[in-house]
């Protein structure tokens, strides 16, 4: 144990190098390391690693070393010759082909989010997200700016499923979804939620609403749902009529918008939804002080520089769902890196 001095300079290190740790995960994905290394027979030494990947022996063996100080690699000596293999971690997350593989997510944080939050001091100071300052998009229209391509869209899609591989299931086993037949997920994107949803309640009908442009590159570039067909309609739900169901889920939709935005959105929930029907909101929540959990004060943050909005409490997400006319609100508790709401019409 060092001086206070010392572990308070080391702390100050360790958050300062921050980004660098982050970048060292995303260049090695980028590259292919982890499926390089998933694929060979024997682990790989830096020379063979970086002949396969067109990429400088001096550059690839600090990569490969900084990755197994990460424990993303495992490393052995053979005849004093490093030799690199993946990891648990890495060949459960980092493999292309794994099922519970999260590339998608981290190529997007790497190439969009992690551009954003280099101007985290600027939105700080205006109090709003930095596609203009990061991309020289308009940010008027939030997601007009974040489908600004085509190729973004289906980046941001394909990303946004890699979490509910991991998690998906246990989170629509919050609650007994058994109930409600038929199920609207607003906001559900390629339909990766919508998915678990169906293969744990395969009696019930799930469809999934969202952006005209979002429907028709799930439709076109995205798998059908194991366990039966999944039904997706196009349309704004803040203006266009919302189909009638006994449950609409919405997840990571709320946390993307104002107070406002979110009232009114519920309120035309409430108004579509069947009588004894419900809402089933999933967001990453804040302690009730707002203190904590880290990482859901990050991803607060991260609706700073991303969208209209930011991560709530419970209290503060039940207070919207009553305002808008939700009774029963019932915690899932879980308190993972995602939790459930449910309430009531
Ligand atoms: C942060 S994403 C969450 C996607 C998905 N629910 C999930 O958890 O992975 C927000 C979703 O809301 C959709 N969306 C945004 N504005 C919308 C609108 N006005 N009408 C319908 N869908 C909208 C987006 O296209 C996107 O799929």
């Known amino acids: 144990m060092g001086s206070p001095e010392d572990q308070a300079f080391g702390l100050l290190s360790e958050y300062a190098n921050g980004f660098m740790v982050s970048q060292v995960l995303f260049a090695a994905c980028?590259?292919?390391v982890f499926d390089l290394l998933a694929q060979a027979p024997e682990p790989l030494g830096a020379a063979a690693v970086a002949a396969r990947l067109g990429t400088s022996g001096h550059g690839t063996e600090l990569l490969l070393d900084a990755c197994a100080s990460l424990r993303l690699l495992a490393v052995e000596t053979?005849?004093?010759?490093?030799?690199?293999?993946?990891?648990?971690?890495?060949?459960?997350?980092?493999?292309?082909?794994?099922?519970?593989?999260?590339?998608?997510?981290?190529r997007y944080l790497g190439r969009t989010t992690y551009l954003c939050w280099a101007h985290l001091a600027e939105a700080v100071r205006q109090g709003r997200n930095q596609y203009g300052q990061a991309f020289g998009v308009p940010s008027g229209d939030l997601f007009a700016a974040v489908y600004r391509s085509e190729g973004e869209r289906l980046r941001f899609m394909r990303a946004l499923q890699d979490v509910w591989r991991v998690h998906g299931r246990r989170l629509m086993a919050t609650f007994d979804l058994s109930t409600f037949p038929v199920i609207c997920d607003?906001?559900?994107?390629?339909?990766?939620?919508?998915?678990?949803?169906l293969s744990l309640y395969p009696g019930c009908q799930v469809t999934?609403?969202?952006l005209p442009e979002v429907v028709l590159a799930a439709k076109t570039h995205f798998s059908p749902p194991e366990g039966g067909p999944i039904?997706?309609?196009?349309?704004?739900?803040?203006?266009?009529?919302?189909?009638?169901?006994?449950?609409?889920?919405?997840?990571?939709?709320?946390?993307?918008?104002?107070?406002?935005?979110?009232?009114?959105?519920l309120a035309r929930v409430h108004q579509a939804c069947r009588a004894g029907g419900?809402?089933?909101?999933?967001?990453?929540?804040l302690?009730?002080?707002?203190?904590?959990?880290?990482?859901?004060?990050?991803?607060?943050?991260?609706?700073?520089?991303?969208?209209?909005?930011?991560?709530?409490?419970p209290a503060q997400y039940h207070a919207l769902l009553a305002a808008a006319g939700f009774r029963d609100i019932q915690d899932g508790g879980t308190r993972g890196l995602y939790d459930a709401i449910l309430a009531r019409k």
């Open 78 to 106: 053979q005849a004093g010759q490093a030799a690199y293999a993946n990891t648990a971690l890495s060949a459960a997350y980092l493999v292309s082909a794994s099922p519970t593989s999260q590339l998608d997510m981290l």
């Open 287 to 313: 302690d009730s002080d707002g203190r904590g959990p880290l990482p859901t004060q990050l991803y607060s943050l991260n609706m700073l520089v991303q969208t209209e909005g930011r991560e709530r409490t």
């Open 231 to 265: 039904g997706f309609l196009a349309g704004d739900f803040f203006k266009d009529p919302l189909p009638e169901a006994d449950l609409y889920i919405l997840a990571r939709v709320l946390h993307d918008w104002t107070d406002q935005a979110c009232s009114q959105l």
């Open 30 to 32: 980028d590259l292919g």
């Open 186 to 197: 607003l906001g559900g994107c390629s339909g990766a939620l919508a998915r678990e949803c």
């Open 208 to 210: 999934v609403f969202d």
């Open 278 to 285: 419900g809402v089933l909101v999933v967001e990453s929540l």
